[in-house]
C-alpha cells in the first residue's frame, strides 16, 4: 500500500490549497481516507476523513467550516480542500487510510485507526 500526498506549498494567509493524496494498492473505495497534521514542536492532530464506504464526513474543531474532504473512489483518491487558511494551519499534512475493517465513528479521530501513512506534505501559511 501506498499513500501519496502533494499539493503542498507555501501560502499567504486567506488563502486557499488543495491537497491530493493518491492510494495504491488499496481496493478501491473500501477503505476509509484522511487527513493529519503535525505542527514544529506539536502533536499530530486530526484533520479530517471520509467514512470507508460512504460520503460521510469528519472533521476537527480547528478547520470546521474552512476544509472539505472528498474522495474519487474512481481513481482511489482522496482531496483536501483548504480555504480561509491561517498562520497555524502551518504543518506537515498526512494523507491515511483505514484497513479492511469499518471503525466506529469516534475511531476516525484517532491515529491509530490507520494503519497507512502517507509520506507527508509541507503547508506553511504566512501571515
Known amino acids: 500500500v501506498q499513500l501519496q500526498a502533494s499539493g503542498g506549498g507555501l501560502v499567504q494567509a486567506g488563502g486557499s490549497l488543495r491537497l491530493t493524496c493518491s492510494a495504491s494498492?488499496?481496493?478501491?473505495?473500501?477503505?476509509?481516507m484522511g487527513w493529519f497534521r503535525q505542527a514544529p514542536g506539536k502533536e499530530r492532530e486530526f484533520v479530517g476523513a471520509?467514512?470507508?464506504?460512504?460520503?460521510?464526513?469528519y472533521y476537527g474543531d480547528s478547520v470546521k467550516g474552512r476544509f472539505t474532504i472528498s474522495r474519487d473512489n474512481a481513481n482511489n483518491r482522496v482531496y483536501l480542500q483548504m480555504n480561509s487558511l491561517r498562520p497555524e494551519d502551518t504543518a506537515v499534512y498526512y494523507c491515511v487510510a483505514t484497513g479492511m475493517a469499518n471503525p466506529i465513528m469516534s475511531a476516525y479521530y484517532q491515529p491509530s485507526t490507520y494503519p497507512y501513512w502517507g509520506q507527508g506534505t509541507l503547508v506553511t501559511v504566512s501571515s
Open positions: 471520509v467514512r470507508k464506504g460512504s460520503t460521510s464526513t
Open positions: 494498492g488499496l481496493p478501491y473505495g473500501r477503505n476509509g
